[in-house]
């Protein structure tokens, strides 16, 4: 691995995959993701209230002749339960970046309902999950899922695992 963090080589791996617009619901585990968006004259970073509209906003990119990416937690999975058959239905393509929680070292027993039904959830619903485990490989991983949702128009979500990301604490 470079001397670049995983994050910074995630990010240039969207660069790369021709991602124009990133939509998130704030989260620390994606932050230096949104700030480097947010830093960037060619990315447009778009601040959501709920994660569905990200998947909405994606497919309004793609119709308009650009490719987003979509940033959330994993708990907000399930607010997109409904709207992941506009992507299906429509092929158009849907990429999505989910930081896990409810896993490694989790604090929080509110997570892990959510961060153990991610997957099967997302695969439940057509979406084509990828997961990464190890910082070595989070670009690579990145990098071959926007090919595949953008080369085949299908929805595709990677997983950065809470070990990967680090367990949230909050100072007591």
């Known amino acids: 691995m470079t001397s670049a963090s995983w994050q910074a080589q995630v990010y240039a791996a969207l660069k790369t995959a021709r991602i124009t617009q990133l939509a998130y619901v704030p989260d620390a585990g994606h932050a230096q993701l949104i700030e480097a968006a947010h830093a960037d004259p060619d990315m447009r970073a778009v601040v959501l209230t709920t994660e569905e509209e990200g998947i909405a906003l994606a497919a309004g ?4 002749g ?11 999975v ?12 429509c092929r158009i393509p849907s ?3 989910i930081t896990m929680r409810g ?3 989790e604090f929080n027993p509110w997570q892990v309902p959510m961060g153990s039904a991610t997957p099967t959830v997302l ?3 057509g979406v084509h999950v990828r997961r990464a485990d190890r910082a070595d490989d989070a ?10 949702a953008f080369d085949s ?7 950065f695992s809470q070990r990967l990301i680090g367990a949230k604490v909050f100072a007591k």
């Open 61 to 64: 990119a793609w119709l308009g």
């Open 66 to 76: 650009q490719r987003a990416v979509l940033l959330m937690q994993s708990s907000g």
């Open 78 to 89: 399930g607010n997109c339960i409904n709207i992941l058959s506009l992507p299906l239905n």
């Open 95 to 97: 990429f999505t970046l």
């Open 103 to 105: 896993e490694w070292a």
């Open 123 to 125: 695969a439940a619903a």
């Open 139 to 148: 670009a690579e991983i990145v990098a071959a899922s926007a090919a595949l």
């Open 153 to 159: 128009a299908v929805p595709v979500a990677v997983l």
